[in-house]
Nanobody
């Protein structure tokens, strides 16, 4: 059973920073593209950022470009989301998810995700 566990959420003031971690087990991380998603109260879930198996390709939704950075450490089975200059509108539950590439080198993330973690809450408030 594929397992993903998010951590690093919490309460932070506007303008602050957080680093989220997505640690995986029972599968080999470097076989998967990984995405970060978020869902704010009363809103639909949205794709925030994605990273390819190799780390060569990344995706960011427009609202986080220049503020968030995704990275991965395949040896540690962990994907990170560094978030800076946080805004109240970044408040949400953040999830990580896997995408097994349908063809070698492809990435459809934030679409076509396979497995999901339980989420970690990020609250940006003064």
């Amino acid at each position: 059973q594929v397992q993903l566990v998010e951590s690093g959420g919490g309460l932070v003031q506007p303008g602050g920073s957080l680093r989220l971690s997505c640690t995986v087990s029972k599968f080999t991380l470097n076989n998967y593209n990984i995405g970060w998603f978020r869902q704010a109260p009363g809103k639909e879930r949205e794709g925030v950022s994605c990273i390819s198996r190799s780390g060569d390709s990344t995706y960011y939704t427009d609202s986080v470009k220049g503020r968030f950075t995704i990275s991965r450490d395949n040896a540690e089975n962990t994907v990170y989301l560094e978030m800076s200059r946080l805004k109240p509108e970044d408040t949400a539950v953040y999830y990580c998810a896997t995408e097994f590439p349908r063809t070698p080198g492809s990435m459809t993330c934030p679409n076509g995700m396979d497995h999901w973690g339980q989420g970690t809450l990020v609250t940006v408030s003064s």
